[in-house]
């Protein structure tokens, strides 16, 4: 619960120095405190740090743990960012979610999804499918995979959804659009759509398709769209390094 040691506040009309000293003791980059300098000692977050405590002192099972909820900031700084990959939520089964959306750790099977956005990814641009889900190469190279809610009860999927975490990830995508430029969003499925509705499309490129679960891929409309080709495509033009996206074997 390391993020939230500080956050949670029972009197939400903080001082600037109480709210300076939260931030000093979320475990993030300088870059992204500066930019939710606002949302993380607001009273929304104070309302998340509440879910997650009732849920802990319940004694139920909270994914990812509490020091791999900022992962995907740890890794990708915001001055680094070149894509967005959105999901949902973590993944709810045992030993699945580490903090990034789509990844598992190498000792873990890949999720349907996942072997879809592999397998999509290896017809795109020709990489070796890879043999495990860790998307952690792709983190620190620039790619923020951001799940809309950070946290869920295990095996409960969607718990957490609708307790605060999307006002909190609707302020990392706004600090994004106006922070960077030349952006690929990759948007797959009708929610993380509707989560870039505020994305200016005159600096940054958004990629939509429907969601890579087996539901929704077979029915067709993911499996060539080609979205790694035409993010690198995209940066290249913009005078940007491209993704490696290739993951290491």
């Known amino acids: 619960m390391e993020l939230f040691d500080e956050v949670n506040d029972s009197d939400n009309q903080k001082t600037d120095a109480e709210k300076q000293a939260i931030l000093e003791q979320v475990k993030m980059p300088d870059d992204w405190k500066d ?3 606002d949302e993380v000692p607001s009273p929304n977050m104070d309302g998340v740090g509440d879910v997650l405590k009732q849920q802990y002192q319940a004694v139920k099972t909270i994914d990812p743990h509490g020091s ?20 949902q939520d973590p993944y709810h089964g045992a030993g699945q979610a580490m ?10 099977p ?3 999804s996942l072997n879809n956005i592999l397998k ?3 017809d795109d641009i020709g990489t070796t499918y890879s043999r495990h889900g860790d998307l952690t190469h792709w983190a620190r190279q620039g790619v923020l995979l951001l799940n809309s809610s950070l946290s869920v009860e295990a095996g409960q999927a969607g718990s957490h959804q609708g ?3 999307e006002q909190f990830t609707d302020a990392v995508i706004e600090a994004v659009n106006q922070q960077t430029e030349h952006t690929v969003f990759i948007l797959w499925g009708s929610h993380a759509k509707k989560k870039g509705r ?5 600096k940054h490129l ?3 398709s429907v969601h890579p679960s087996p539901l929704a891929a077979n029915r067709g409309g993911f499996f060539g769209t080609k979205p790694f080709s035409k993010a690198n495509a995209y940066l290249k033009e913009h005078g940007r390094t491209p993704i490696d996206w290739q993951l290491p074997q």
């Open 35 to 37: 930019a939710l300098a």
């Open 68 to 87: 791999q909820m900022c992962y995907a900031f740890n890794l990708t700084q915001l001055s680094s960012v070149k894509v967005v990959i959105l999901g």
């Open 99 to 108: 903090g990034l959306s789509f990844s598992v750790p190498k000792t873990i």
């Open 110 to 112: 890949k999720p349907p």
């Open 120 to 122: 999509e990814m290896a």
């Open 163 to 165: 307790k605060g975490w």
């Open 198 to 202: 505020f994305i200016d499309t005159d």
């Open 206 to 208: 958004i990629l939509t």
